[in-house]
């Protein structure tokens, strides 16, 4: 699929998975994608785990309560290793736009494969929903759970949301943005 087709066909898919299962061999094709991704001084520090496992995922979905989680044949966890980085003697966060990034690419890959998927970390935020899941993964307690991605092939249509236009979002050579 040509890169620009995938960008514009690329959705957040918010409605449940069919539980037709996902090759190994894309769900590594699409997280090495993810390990592509440029960081923050070379850190490297997004790390993943894949579920393809239904009892684990059905955990998952249960702690989380979320019927969309449980319903994908494969997740795919994006870790970072919360730290601070040194750059021209600024410290400044960089796990956000590290894992930020990762998770872009893993979803361009997910999307020129032909699946769908989604960045939840919203359920993650629930007192004690990452702790859990997290153990559920047998995560180390150095890193932290940033979101989960859902891929699979759609059971049901989900919502497209509308994009604004380009007006509304960019102008050339100094901010002059429609509103």
């Known amino acids: 699929m040509d890169f620009f087709k995938v960008i514009e066909s690329r959705y957040s898919h918010k409605a449940l998975f069919s539980k037709k299962s996902i090759p190994e061999e894309d769900l590594e094709r699409i997280v ?34 979320n019927e969309i989680l449980q319903s994908a ?28 990034v990762a998770t872009e690419n893993i979803l361009l890959a997910a999307t020129a494969l032909g699946y769908c998927c989604g960045w939840l970390d919203g359920p993650f935020n629930a007192p004690g929903v990452r702790e859990q899941t997290q153990q559920v993964l ?16 759609p059971a049901e249509e989900s919502a497209r949301r509308e994009k604004k236009t380009f007006e509304q979002r960019a102008s050339w050579n100094t901010y002059d943005i429609e509103r």
């Open 32 to 65: 090495r994608a993810g390990i592509a991704a440029p960081s923050a001084g070379n850190s490297q520090s997004p790390e993943f785990v894949i579920v393809n496992d239904q009892e684990i995922i059905e955990e998952i979905g249960d702690i989380t309560e």
């Open 73 to 100: 044949p494969a997740l795919i966890g994006i870790l970072t290793r919360p730290r601070i980085h040194k750059v021209l003697d600024v410290t400044t966060e960089c796990l956000i736009a590290d894992f930020a």
């Open 138 to 153: 047998d995560m180390p307690d150095d890193r932290l759970l940033a979101l989960v991605v859902p891929v699979g092939h």
